[in-house]
């Protein structure tokens, strides 16, 4: 009977749905939802003038930090943002996880920094499991000579002997409980005996960096030195004493100090420089010899010198040249090496040059002599010295070098050709953009450690042997093989399958092989290209795409761009780009005038009156990709950190329908009123860069090329993220100043969205918000271009 009625009911069931089905009505398509309308800040036109000419800015109440009414506007306004930026990349969502897992699988997550040798002992700093700093530790290296990480022995542990070997100087951990939950160090330095340690921690309550010296046989903080708001320290004695440099209440370094350690007499102020316009500071040279006192101005800039061994004796002035010239000066075997880039002979020159002078006859520039003759298709870069050998960093035309000299010089007549000390030639791989020197903190060690920087390869922390010519790849992410990896040690200590990960040593006749340095140019294509810009100077273009999705006149690009302070361009591998390199994107680097790598005379044409050359560059290098088809005419992306935000910008108002998108972080937006009423004190380096306002022709060119005063009225701009923070320098004002006035100004498009989004403090701190933030970052380039 179970069975029949079973079989019975089927059908009437199967019936029942049909019926039902015959009587449903589809529900209409319901409309897509009404983007999102931005916010509107309320305006409080104020009015300025200047050399004759007035302007009003109708937005100057976002700055006034100290005027409650208008920071509590400010933080509802700040609020508003935020929740536009959500509404509006709401629909990217599940993009934004995926692409947040794809970076933080890539990010090294190091255990253990690459150890330090110095003296006898390994310097390293470590992270403990679940705390959020890490800890800086130190052991013998006579214990531990297959040093890997924390892992072996675990902790510092060493169970065969059942000896601890490893030594903990400082947890940060406690650090920031010292100092409200938040740890942020900006010097730390290790006496010459390797008996203390000075460090500075930011206060974040009080905006300064707070000086602390520890015990490191005890433990335990010193009753002094202890002082609030220093820049800059340098041990002498040996020691036992401290040199420390103050500043005043505008962050200008003006004094400098010296503490006797274990001493309860006061720390004596050795010098004093109450103008306005003169900044103080001090360094060690690297035997602990003699200490430099660099004082420059905008009138000039001298060095001092002291005796390491007797601090209070007095300052010896050794060089004095123009106002702004680097100057930098080491001692081996009683002579002072001066390395600069000032005037030679009263002749201004392009690049640093290296001159000599013995000790006893360094009290006038005329007692220098100079080294090298100029070479203009070799420029020295940088140098750095141990007691054995000279290491110079050149450049080569577009391709830098390695050369080691040995040392004493043997100097027969002033301005010796490079190739007379017979110097050795130091292996790399192809596509070099930088080469780091490494701490080197022991001057009497023969290897030396740099970090090789290349777009196509992850960054390479490796240590060369002076003596046999060997490198030795110390700590190199392999993004082939495994997300992360420490390399320091032997390979005996790893399992098979991280032995590719693991120390490499290698000689000069396989040391230019790339795929000995886990180069990615199997995948990815690194171009070179030189640019005619407006007036004919050639721009080098970096270009760099993946190999199996390049496409003529179809991929979408990133073009980024900095041109400012001298300072190199940044094209190292960035593990986040390879999200928009896997997905076809071109990732483009513009080395426009005002930044550095093609000498003195590069930046100073790219700064203050000139600054208009950098933007153009940048916009000669935007028309080439899309002219020669490496972009897509439609998919051009700008992107720009700090001053580069002002190139980005900039060039935006002057072609804003050359870009479909652009990513503007923590930039520099209003530099015609922070440069003449600053919200947050300036250095020299600002006004040297940007211009003086008091000077009219520096005024109108701060005019001409400020990004805040340029916006265009009733034209259609790209989809923009300006990203800020309250820390910045160039504060979150002048971003939240320029977004407004975009919106006001330009033609609105909700499809290209102008949005503004904070971002936490010290973001780079921690792996989450990083990879969290570029991720949103690489989302909205993709939601705007790559649709």
């Given at each position: 009977m179970r069975h029949l009625l079973t079989a019975v009911s089927r059908p009437l069931l199967r019936h029942r749905v049909i019926l039902q089905r015959a009587n449903f009505k589809p529900q209409k398509t319901q409309p897509p939802p009404s983007p999102p309308s931005p916010p509107k800040p309320p305006k409080k036109p104020v009015t300025f003038s200047l050399h004759g000419e007035s302007w009003e800015d109708e937005y100057s109440w976002m700055s006034q930090l100290n005027d409650r009414v208008a920071m509590r506007h400010m933080d509802v306004y700040m609020e508003q943002e935020e929740k536009y930026t959500e509404a509006v990349m709401s629909d990217t969502e599940r993009l934004q996880s995926k692409l947040q897992s794809e970076i933080a699988s890539r990010l090294a997550a190091d255990l253990s920094t690459p150890p330090v040798r110095w003296g006898p002992w390994l310097y390293y700093r470590r992270v403990e499991e679940g705390k959020q700093y890490p800890v800086l530790c130190r052991r013998l290296a006579s214990l531990n000579e297959e040093f890997i990480s924390n892992k072996s022995p675990s902790a510092g542990f060493d169970f065969t002997s059942g000896r601890k070997i490893e030594q903990k100087l400082l947890d940060y951990n406690q650090e920031a409980e010292r100092f409200g939950g938040y740890a942020y160090e900006e010097l730390s330095e290790v006496s010459p005996d390797h008996r203390y340690l000075a460090y500075t921690m930011y206060d974040k309550d009080n905006?300064?960096?707070?000086?602390?010296?520890?015990?490191?046989?005890?433990?335990?903080?010193?009753?002094?030195?202890?002082?609030?708001?220093?820049?800059?320290?340098?041990?002498?004695?040996?020691?036992q004493a401290l040199l420390y440099v103050v500043t005043n209440d505008?962050?200008?370094?003006?004094?400098?100090?010296?503490?006797?350690?274990?001493?309860?007499?006061?720390?004596?102020?050795?010098?004093?420089?109450?103008?306005?316009?003169?900044?103080?500071?001090?360094?060690?040279?690297?035997d602990f010899c003699f200490l430099t006192v660099n004082v420059f101005s905008t009138q000039s800039s001298k060095v001092f010198l002291i005796n390491a061994a007797d601090p209070l004796a007095g300052m010896t002035l050794v060089w004095e040249c123009e106002a702004n010239?680097?100057?930098?000066?080491?001692?081996?075997?009683?002579?002072?090496?001066?390395?600069?880039?000032?005037?030679?002979?009263?002749?201004?020159?392009?690049?640093?040059?290296?001159?000599?002078?013995?000790?006893?006859?360094?009290?006038?520039?005329?007692?220098?002599?100079?080294?090298?003759?100029?070479?203009?298709?070799?420029?020295?870069?940088?140098?750095?010295?141990?007691?054995?050998?000279?290491?110079?960093?050149?450049?080569?035309?577009?391709?830098?070098?390695?050369?080691?000299?040995?040392?004493?010089?043997?100097?027969?007549?002033?301005?010796?050709?490079?190739?007379?000390?017979?110097?050795?030639?130091?292996?790399l791989p192809d596509h070099v953009s930088q080469i780091l020197p490494g701490p080197n903190y022991d001057f009497y060690s023969s290897t030396m450690r740099f970090t090789i920087i290349s777009p196509v390869m992850p960054d390479a922390v490796v240590d060369y042997d002076l003596l046999n010519g060997k490198w030795t790849i110390v700590q190199q992410q392999n993004l082939l093989y495994e997300r992360t990896r420490?390399?320091?040690?032997?390979?005996?200590?790893?399992?098979?399958?991280?032995?590719?990960?693991?120390?490499?040593?290698?000689?000069?006749?396989?040391?230019?092989?790339?795929?000995?340095?886990?180069?990615?140019?199997?995948?990815?294509?690194?171009?070179?290209?030189?640019?005619?810009?407006?007036?004919?100077?050639?721009?080098p273009l970096t270009v760099l795409y993946s190999r199996h999705r390049k496409k003529i006149g179809e991929n979408p690009g990133l073009l980024h761009g900095h041109g400012a302070y001298g300072e190199i361009l940044d094209k190292r591998w960035r593990n986040e780009l390879k999200s928009l390199?896997?997905?076809?994107?071109?990732?483009?680097?513009?080395?426009?005038?005002?930044?550095?790598?093609?000498?003195?005379?590069?930046?100073?044409?790219?700064?203050?009156?000139?600054?208009?050359?950098?933007?153009?560059?940048?916009?000669?290098?935007?028309?080439?990709?899309?002219?020669?088809?490496?972009?897509?005419?439609?998919?051009?992306?700008?992107?720009?950190?700090?001053?580069?935000?002002?190139?980005?910008?900039?060039?935006?108002?002057?072609?804003?329908?050359?870009?479909?998108?652009?990513?503007?972080?923590?930039?520099?937006?209003?530099?015609?009123?922070?440069?003449?009423?600053?919200?947050?004190?300036?250095?020299?380096?600002?006004?040297?860069?940007?211009?003086?306002?008091?000077?009219?022709?520096?005024?109108?060119?701060?005019?001409?090329?400020?990004p805040y005063d340029n916006i265009q009225k009733d034209a259609l701009y790209p989809a923009i993220l300006v990203t800020s923070s309250f820390s910045t320098r160039f504060g979150v004002w002048e971003a939240a100043k320029w977004v407004a006035r975009v919106r006001e100004y330009s033609i609105y498009d909700p499809s290209r969205p102008v949005l503004l989004n904070l971002t936490t403090d010290m973001v780079e701190e921690n792996r989450y918000l990083q990879s969290k933030e570029a991720a949103l970052e690489t989302a909205f380039l993709i939601k705007n271009i790559d649709f």
């Open positions: 905006d300064y960096f707070k000086l602390s010296v520890r015990d490191l046989n005890f433990g335990s903080l010193c009753n002094k030195p202890q002082a609030d708001r220093v820049s800059n320290i340098a041990w002498a004695k040996d020691g505008k962050k200008r370094p003006f004094r400098l100090y010296c503490s006797m350690l274990g001493s309860n007499d006061e720390d004596v102020l050795l010098l004093e420089e109450p103008q306005e316009n003169v900044h103080v500071n001090v360094r060690h040279t690297k010239a680097h100057c930098i000066i080491e001692h081996h075997q009683g002579y002072l090496y001066l390395f600069t880039d000032a005037a030679l002979l009263d002749q201004p020159v392009d690049h640093h040059y290296l001159l000599r002078c013995p000790v006893a006859s360094a009290c006038s520039p005329r007692n220098w002599e100079n080294i090298f003759i100029n070479d203009h298709e070799l420029i020295i870069e940088d140098i750095d010295f141990c007691n054995s050998h000279l290491l110079l960093t050149v450049r080569e035309e577009s391709k830098y070098g390695l050369y080691s000299v040995s040392l004493p010089l043997n100097i027969d007549k002033a301005g010796a050709n490079l190739k007379e000390f017979n110097p050795q030639k130091l292996p420490v390399l320091y040690g032997t390979t005996s200590s790893v399992s098979s399958s991280q032995k590719l990960s693991v120390s490499k040593n290698f000689s000069d006749n396989n040391a230019g092989d790339d795929s000995t340095w886990n180069d990615l140019s199997e995948y990815y294509a690194c171009e070179e290209y030189d640019v005619p810009s407006y007036d004919g100077v050639l721009v390199l896997d997905r076809g994107w071109i990732i483009a680097y513009a080395d426009v005038r005002g930044g550095g790598g093609r000498g003195k005379k590069w930046h100073h044409d790219g700064r203050r009156t000139k600054k208009l050359n950098s933007v153009k560059d940048y916009i000669s290098c935007a028309k080439f990709l899309i002219e020669r088809e490496v972009v897509q005419e439609s998919k051009l992306a700008g992107w720009g950190y700090s001053a580069g935000g002002l190139l980005v910008a900039s060039a935006i108002n002057f072609c804003p329908d050359l870009f479909r998108a652009a990513i503007l972080k923590v930039p520099f937006l209003d530099p015609t009123n922070t440069l003449l009423l600053p919200v947050l004190p300036l250095t020299p380096d600002d006004y040297e860069e940007f211009g003086y306002p008091g000077d009219i022709e520096d005024f109108r060119a701060i005019r001409e090329c400020s």
